[in-house]
């Protein structure tokens, strides 16, 4: 037989589990709603009421729920960008991206806020730094592999903004035709059939380097390369709203066609530093803003402040 003060223990229990739940519960909503509350602010330019919002959803937050919803923390860094409080950005923004769960755009984002950051500072060097580990690779990027004969490009982007600028730059620099250019999905395969490739192509499978040239050489204007590409991702970051806000063209997919039309650049910056006598990164790099919006002309045309 179960005794009275046994049964109260239990019921006890019960009623303080019931209480921590709800309570638990009731805390999870308030950080909630203090969260949207503080995207709403972001959204209307009102960057001080978001920060308080943010900052009242994250001290209702445990640690586990910070590494679980990242965004909350990336989000307040984007707010405490715009008020230049600086140093919190940059706590914010390596906290949540130590997390597993940012998915990969939101990743990006809080990368370039975190970028941006360094450069408000002056410091280039970290934002260099940051570059290196979260633009080149980055999943939402193409993948192209240099062939002897070919060019292969994976995971192509949904996105007809990045589709019309690759068909057009591998139609001036590799193609004779657009039949040239396979399509297979995210996969497309680019036939070389321009003569100066085949010739390049020559010069790379003889493992030749420009007469003159020297591996430090090489290397210092790869660097050149990687500093102007980190310079222009900057300018991606500060891209205005796109004038239309509709169907394929959005905030989110012109800061994508962006970011990877730096890439590509500084890749093909990359390879004329290994295989030409040119100025490689001047040439490269020297137009990229207008090239841009030529391409993108829906989108917000990069800052003229920025490099």
């Known amino acids: 037989m179960i005794h009275l003060t046994e049964v109260r223990m239990r019921a006890y229990f019960f009623l303080i589990t019931t209480i921590f739940y709800i309570l638990n519960c009731y805390a999870n909503e308030e950080w909630e709603n203090c969260w949207l509350q503080g995207r709403d602010y972001h959204s209307n330019?009102?960057?001080q009421e978001a920060s308080s919002a943010f900052d009242q959803a994250i001290d209702l937050m445990s640690e586990e729920d910070l590494d679980k919803y990242p965004y909350v923390l990336s989000d307040r860094?984007?707010?405490d960008y715009k008020l230049e409080n600086y140093s919190k950005v940059l706590e914010d923004t390596k906290k949540a991206l130590m997390s597993k769960n940012l998915t990969d755009y939101e990743r990006l984002h809080c990368a370039l806020t975190r970028m941006a950051t360094f450069r408000q500072l002056g410091d280039e060097d970290s934002s260099m730094e940051e570059y290196k580990k979260?633009?080149?690779?980055c999943p939402l990027f193409p993948k192209l592999d240099?062939?002897?004969?070919k060019i292969v490009i994976r995971n192509v982007p949904d996105c007809e903004l990045y589709k019309?600028?690759?068909?057009?730059?591998m139609l001036a620099k590799y193609c004779e035709c657009e039949q040239d250019i396979q399509e297979y999905g995210k996969t497309w395969i680019i036939n070389k059939t321009k003569r100066q490739n085949h010739d390049l192509n020559l010069l790379r499978r003889d493992n030749l380097v420009v007469r003159g040239k020297t591996p430090e050489q090489i290397e210092a204007c790869v660097n050149t390369c990687n500093r102007l590409a980190d310079s222009a991702?900057?300018?991606c970051y500060l891209l205005p709203l796109p004038t239309v806000l509709s169907g394929p063209v959005t905030a989110t997919t012109c800061g994508i066609a962006c970011l990877a039309l730096v890439e590509q650049l500084r890749l093909d910056c990359a390879e004329c530093c290994r295989y030409s006598e040119e100025a490689c990164a001047n040439k490269t790099f020297r137009s990229w803003k207008n090239e841009f919006i030529k391409e993108n002309p829906r989108c917000g045309k990069p800052p003229e402040k920025c490099k």
């Open 45 to 47: 330019s009102q960057f």
């Open 77 to 79: 860094a984007q707010s």
């Open 134 to 137: 979260y633009m080149i690779g």
């Open 146 to 149: 240099y062939l002897e004969n």
């Open 164 to 169: 019309y600028y690759t068909k057009h730059q």
């Open 233 to 235: 991702a900057y300018c």
